[in-house]
């Protein structure tokens, strides 16, 4: 079964990498602190890659995460709707619906401001073919339907930077905005800890440089 897991505030993010230091946004409630992370981060088991045969996004083919943007806990808002609402400001939603239709988002992937809601997108900070690479090939479509709805691993971001990211892992790619990557790694991390996910070396030395900046 799906866990209803609901939706509240943002918390403050942390620290930098090399590149523009912005502190901007934060990350959703249920995210380990760094320490927490840390310690996370050193459990994970570190193993090859599993292959992405059978991986399908599209549900007009197998829809292998289930149908996108579930109303989790059955409040009358999907997960997109959800995220939006939590992460934006000045957010005024559809006439008699759930849905937004304007808000202010400061990007916390570039620090930018984005001011149009269809500039926007939702990101899976653990990308979801990263999650089947790392254990999810083997769950059964109810676990796999859970994990790409949890608030936990979503993060409203500018349309434009989720679409440079794609299915990249943190060795690949790392926000623009340094002053966002401890709290992405801390994300990302608690994200993979909680469904049990691998790692590779190279994406747990990325993760553990990012930890390294929290203050």
């Known amino acids: 079964m799906i866990r209803a ?7 403050a993010g942390c620290a930098a990498l090399p590149g523009p230091s912005v502190p901007v946004g934060g ?4 995210t380990p602190d760094a320490a927490t992370a ?4 050193a459990a994970l088991v570190v193993q090859t890659p599993l292959s992405l045969s059978g991986y399908e996004r599209s549900c007009e083919k197998a829809c292998v995460f289930g149908q996108p943007w579930m109303d989790v806990d059955g409040d009358g808002c999907d997960q997109r709707s959800q995220v939006l609402a939590r992460d934006l400001t000045n957010v005024e939603r ?59 691993n979503l993060v409203a971001v500018q349309g434009k930077t989720n679409q ?18 401890c709290a992405y790694a801390r994300i990302y991390v608690g994200t993979k800890a909680s469904y049990s996910l691998t790692t590779t070396a190279a994406e747990r030395a990325a993760l553990d440089s ?3 900046t929290c203050t």
């Open 5 to 11: 897991i609901l939706p509240a505030l943002l918390l």
């Open 27 to 30: 990350v959703p409630p249920g």
């Open 38 to 41: 840390r310690t996370q981060l």
């Open 94 to 152: 559809k006439e008699g619906r759930c849905a937004v239709k304007s808000g202010t988002l400061q990007d916390p992937y570039t620090g930018e401001t984005v001011s149009s809601v269809s500039k926007i997108q939702i990101d899976h900070v653990v990308p979801l073919a990263e999650m089947w690479r790392s254990g999810a090939a083997n769950w059964d479509t109810g676990r796999r339907t859970e994990a790409a709805n949890d608030l936990r």
């Open 164 to 181: 440079s990211k794609g299915d990249q892992t943190p060795d690949q790619w790392m926000p623009p905005n340094a002053g966002y990557a």
């Open 210 to 212: 990012a930890l390294s």
